[in-house]
């Protein structure tokens, strides 16, 4: 089974920016679908973005114009470049993802990013 590995994360200021990476130990060429997930303590994880094969990245709604999915198949990777954080995008990010329509989706151990002055 694939294996994901977070990285990226950390502590930075209102406005500022992070990049996580994501790299797999497998191939990401023809999955079905793959993104990144956010845990907010007390909070149940939630969507972020996602891309599926041969299509356009979809955002969810609160990270629109800040946050920008890209993926590298020949690095076996994926990023999440964070562009003006804020204190509520504080949250475990985990990376996943998805071999075929209906499959389990694979997850990655997360990496914390606190956004804090």
């Known amino acids: 089974q694939v294996q994901l590995v977070e990285s990226g994360g950390g502590l930075v200021r209102p406005g500022g920016s992070l990049r996580l990476s994501c790299a797999t130990s497998g191939s990401i060429y023809g999955l079905y679908r793959l993104g990144w997930y956010r845990q907010a303590p007390g909070k149940e994880r939630e969507f972020v973005a996602t891309i599926t094969s041969g299509g356009d990245p979809n955002y969810a709604e609160f990270v629109k114009g800040r946050f920008t999915l890209s993926r590298d198949i020949a690095k076996h990777t994926m990023n999440l470049q964070m562009n003006n954080l804020k204190p509520e995008d504080t949250a475990v990010y985990y990376c996943?993802?998805?071999?075929?329509?209906?499959?389990?989706?694979?997850w990655g151990q997360g990496t914390q990013v606190t956004v804090s002055s």
């Open positions: 996943y993802t998805q071999s075929g329509y209906g499959t389990a989706l694979v």
